[in-house]
């Protein structure tokens, strides 16, 4: 039997996918510091489901479940919209 595991899959999707947007070409003059990317992750994070499991089989069921273009349309509608916000304010100096 593996290891149990507490995992929220929602917070998997969306930091790999706020580190890819923000490398994009779209968001180049944005920050990329680790502080802007948790702040934008936590935002989209806070307007989010999240999605717990607590095996590899169920992380594996969830992410397939969360992979449809219905729920992908609405998580990076979200990061964008985070994007702008943290934009506006970020927590450190620029």
């Known amino acids: 039997m593996?290891?149990?595991i507490l995992v929220n899959v929602t917070e998997e999707i969306v930091q790999g996918l706020v580190r890819f947007i923000l490398?994009?070409?779209e968001y180049q003059t944005?920050?990329?510091?680790?502080?802007?990317?948790?702040d934008i992750a936590a935002d989209v994070?806070?307007?989010?489901?999240t999605v717990y499991v607590s095996t590899s089989t169920a992380r594996e069921e969830a992410f397939q479940l969360?992979?449809?273009?219905?729920?992908?349309?609405?998580?990076?509608?979200?990061?964008?919209?985070?994007?702008?916000?943290?934009?506006?304010?970020?927590?450190?100096?620029?």
Not at 45 to 49: G, K
């Open 45 to 49: 994070l806070n307007h989010l489901p």
């Open 23 to 25: 490398h994009g070409s």
């Open 66 to 94: 969360l992979k449809t273009p219905e729920k992908m349309e609405r998580i990076n509608k979200q990061i964008i919209l985070s994007v702008h916000n943290v934009g506006k304010r970020p927590h450190h100096k620029i």
């Open 30 to 38: 944005f920050c990329h510091c680790e502080f802007c990317q948790m």
């Open 2 to 4: 593996t290891k149990p």
